[in-house]
């Protein structure tokens, strides 16, 4: 069993910061690749950063790149997603997710999901 529990969404302004975090439980992802995904309302799931097992290979979808960072603690299992400058358009659930195998692939596939957190940015 997996498990994946996203935390530290909430409501801000725009401008402001959030630091999301995603805590693994029922086995370790050290060396797997794990990675964030947006849902914003009435649209489809979305691709958002990934992290690869080192934490020193990055990707970051092109409208959050430069005010997201995501990073990684493999001895506590965890990923976060730091997120700046936030806009209003970056409104939406945000879901952590872990690939199950060594795909050598930050888009993908995803094996396992949390259930997501909502972040809300206000103008």
């Known amino acids: 069993q997996v498990q994946l529990v996203e935390s530290g969404g909430g409501l801000v302004q725009a401008g402001g910061s959030l630091r999301l975090s995603c805590a693994a439980s029922?086995?370790?992802?050290?060396?797997?690749?794990m990675g964030w995904f947006r849902q914003a309302p009435g649209k489809e799931r979305k691709f958002v950063a990934a992290?690869?097992?080192?934490?020193?290979?990055?990707y970051y979808e092109d409208s959050i790149k430069g005010r997201f960072t995501i990073s990684r603690d493999n001895a506590k299992n965890t990923v976060h997603l730091q997120m700046n400058s936030l806009k209003p358009e970056d409104t939406a659930v945000y879901y952590c997710a872990a690939q199950g195998g060594l795909y050598y692939n930050h888009y993908g596939p995803y094996d396992y999901w949390g259930q997501g957190t909502q972040v809300t940015v206000s103008s």
């Open positions: 992290i690869g097992w080192s934490g020193g290979s990055t």
């Open positions: 029922g086995r370790t992802f050290s060396r797997n690749t």
